[in-house]
């Protein structure tokens, strides 16, 4: 496996991966919700943050982060990867070359949670809203 940089031509694979990890891991959010910030990850999310992906001997993308001033804004690994190190392999990565000290997690995602409290993130704060103000409450964690 292989850290690369993204490129905007394979912002379309992303925005599968994305999806199909949403759907694993987020079953909070509704159907709506997903059609809704489908287009605005990948017409404007995607391009406001440090994206890397992680790639097989093949050059298939496993999965993604972004990164923005010291946060992981969003991290996210197909399904069939998951559970494989594809995740701890992006954020280790990201904290060693990115300088990631934060990230924030939806409270109703334990999976993310746990993940992130695995590598040793602890719980810091919590907000009610998620950061486009819908009722999802966010729980804030920092690397101690």
Known sequence: MKIEKV????????????????RA????LPEEEIAVLKPLILEHYF???DLT?????????????????GNIEMLFISPESRG????????ENAIKY???????????????????????????????????GNPYPVLHMKLI
Do not use: M
């Open 7 to 22: 490129d905007k031509s394979d912002y379309l694979i992303l925005i599968d991966i994305w999806e199909a990890s949403v």
């Open 25 to 28: 891991t987020h079953d909070f």
């Open 47 to 49: 391009d406001a943050v």
């Open 53 to 69: 992906c992680a790639k097989d001997q093949s050059g298939i993308i496993l999965g993604f982060c972004g990164v923005h001033e």
């Open 84 to 91: 494989c190190g594809v995740g701890a392999y992006l954020a």
């Open 98 to 132: 990115k300088g990631v000290t934060k990230v924030d997690v939806n409270e109703q995602n334990p999976q993310a949670l746990g993940f992130y409290e695995h590598i040793g993130f602890k719980v810091i704060g919590r907000s009610p809203l998620d950061g486009q």
